[in-house]
């Protein structure tokens, strides 16, 4: 039988584990990785905010989160598409550094896709009229009274639709970092023309 902690002892078996948290975070709402802090760089400046994790495809090596085309994130990944991903289970003590190159879907049919399985509830949040971060005089959601009144419909909210984003992470590294009293332990896995390259790290 295998001991607990042996998935940590071999590269090979941290990267297997690491596409399993990242799956269970993109599928669980309770998971620590289904909302991971997305940071982009526009010239000296960097920006974080929290995201929620909808998808991950392990072979294509991608992640994908939902916003409004509107937001300033976007304009900032227009100018810089390399972008940061990072995740912390508190109780694995495991944090990851994501980071790759990002594509933004609207009008395709990758954004289509995204769009027909998101809830009503989530479509809500690029239904407001006003861009997001736009200045106002008094505690708004932004979004149209009649979508406040009740659950609205998936029709309702399909005005949300021309502001819908995807943004996908096409990843070329990640930085494993595991605290354990017994001592603590790094990983780096980068991917490159030539495959994959893994290497352990001083913490
Ligand atoms: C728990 C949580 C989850 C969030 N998920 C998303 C998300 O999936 N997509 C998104 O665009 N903003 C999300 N936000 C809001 C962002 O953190 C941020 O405030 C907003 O997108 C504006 O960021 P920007 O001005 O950098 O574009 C979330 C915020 C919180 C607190």
């Keep these: 039988m295998k001991s607990r902690n042996e998935k940590w002892d071999t590269l090979h078996g941290i990267l297997e584990n690491i596409w399993l948290m990242l799956e269970h975070g993109a599928t669980h709402s309770d998971d620590p990785f289904h909302w991971p802090i997305l940071g982009t760089a526009l010239k000296a400046a960097?920006?974080?905010?929290?995201?929620?994790?909808?998808?991950?495809?392990?072979?294509?090596?991608?992640l994908v989160?939902?916003?409004?085309?509107?937001?300033?994130?976007?304009?900032?990944?227009?100018?810089?598409?390399?972008?940061?991903?990072?995740?912390?289970?508190?109780?694995?003590?495991?944090?990851?550094?994501?980071?790759?190159?990002?594509?933004?879907?609207?009008?395709?049919s990758f954004a289509d896709r995204q769009w027909a399985d998101t809830s009503s509830t989530?479509?809500?949040?690029?239904?407001?009229?006003?861009?997001?971060?736009?200045?106002?005089?008094?505690?708004?959601?932004?979004?149209?009274?009649?979508?406040?009144k009740k659950i609205p419909t998936l029709l309702e909210t399909e005005m949300g639709r021309k502001h819908f984003m995807a943004i996908v992470l096409h990843i070329y590294s990640i930085d494993w970092l595991i605290l354990k009293l017994a001592g603590n332990r790094r990983a780096r896995f980068d991917w490159d023309e030539d495959g994959l390259r893994a290497t352990w790290l001083v913490p």
């Design 65 to 108: 989160c939902h916003t409004d085309a509107r937001s300033a994130k976007v304009h900032e990944i227009k100018n810089n598409s390399q972008t940061s991903w990072l995740f912390y289970h508190p109780e694995k003590k495991v944090q990851l550094r994501v980071t790759g190159h990002t594509t933004l879907h609207t009008h395709d």
């Design 46 to 62: 960097c920006s974080l905010r929290t995201v929620i994790l909808r998808q991950v495809n392990k072979p294509d090596r991608i």
């Design 122 to 148: 989530s479509r809500l949040n690029y239904c407001a009229s006003q861009p997001p971060g736009t200045p106002i005089d008094k505690p708004s959601s932004g979004l149209p009274d009649f979508l406040l």
